[in-house]
């Protein structure tokens, strides 16, 4: 569950449910004793917008990670208190580490216990996600079949801000990776792999992820996302 709202319980908080403060400055950061932080709070005291940090792909594949991983352990991630959003205190490490250098610092200085670079986990069992694909796109993997103007499809992950490019070249992918890189300064970037095809082809992998677009021909690299081009780069070592 993503968003679970309290507020629906007749029952009032107990004693036990006391919210402790932190201060920033002038704003006032609850954190309740289950450690679910009142992200309302950071993004007043950090001059962020929550829907900004929702939406953004770093905090979608956290998101991911934390429900396959079962981390929760049948808990939501967030959960609402009167007019305020309380998140899982990994998310709130996620937030403060979007946030600026200070607030993080912060943060970090405050919850002494969790590092300052927050830790997406992307070793998860792909198992369930790999037979997902193939059972809901079975045709996907015969792209590599396609005779018209073939090429490389290929696919560069963006480590740095969690997105995955996926394009059509007539050449070399390393050569689209060096330009890539030239013009994302301070950003790792890599190739993740390549596969025999057409724009045709590259059609329909961008119509596959459509639901994870983030602009373009980049995408969230969500499980579900990676099981799919886990699959396609298999079918292209069994072609071979």
């Known amino acids: 569950?993503?968003?679970?709202?309290?507020?629906?319980?007749?029952?009032?908080?107990?004693?036990?449910?006391?919210?402790?403060?932190?201060?920033?400055?002038?704003?006032?950061?609850?954190?309740?004793?289950?450690r679910y932080v009142n992200l309302t709070d950071m993004c007043r005291a950090s001059n962020m917008r929550l829907k900004d940090f929702l939406a953004h792909p770093r905090t979608l594949t956290l998101i991911s990670t934390m429900y396959i991983s079962n981390m929760l352990k049948h808990r939501?991630?967030?959960?609402?208190?009167?007019?305020d959003t309380?998140?899982?205190?990994?998310?709130?490490?996620e937030l403060a580490?979007?946030?600026?250098?200070?607030?993080?610092?912060?943060?970090?200085?405050?919850?002494?216990?969790?590092?300052?670079?927050?830790?997406i986990e992307t070793h998860i069992d792909m198992n369930p996600f790999l037979?997902?694909?193939?059972?809901?796109?079975?045709?996907?993997?015969?792209?590599?079949?396609?005779?018209?103007?073939?090429?490389?499809?290929?696919?560069?992950?963006?480590?740095?801000?969690?997105?995955?490019k996926v394009g059509y070249t007539s050449?070399?992918?390393?050569?689209?990776?060096?330009?890539?890189?030239s013009g994302a300064v301070g950003e790792s970037l890599v190739l993740v792999g390549s596969i025999r095809g057409t724009r045709e082809a590259e059609a329909k992998i961008h119509s596959c992820l459509s639901s994870h677009r983030f602009k373009g021909e980049w995408f969230s690299y969500v499980p579900e996302v990676q099981s799919i081009i886990i699959n396609l780069l298999k079918k292209e070592g069994r072609r071979k």
């Open 171 to 181: 050449n070399d992918p390393k050569i689209r990776l060096s330009a890539f890189r």
């Open 97 to 119: 580490y979007q946030s600026d250098a200070k607030f993080n610092k912060w943060f970090i200085s405050t919850f002494y216990d969790i590092r300052t670079k927050p830790k």
């Open 1 to 34: 569950m993503l968003l679970k709202d309290n507020n629906q319980n007749s029952n009032p908080p107990t004693e036990d449910y006391s919210i402790k403060q932190y201060k920033y400055r002038q704003e006032l950061i609850g954190v309740r004793p289950d």
């Open 76 to 83: 939501c991630i967030m959960d609402s208190l009167g007019e």
């Open 131 to 164: 037979k997902w694909t193939e059972d809901n796109f079975p045709w996907l993997t015969d792209v590599t079949n396609e005779t018209s103007a073939i090429g490389r499809v290929y696919f560069i992950l963006n480590r740095t801000r969690g997105i995955l």
């Open 86 to 93: 309380w998140g899982h205190m990994q998310l709130a490490k």
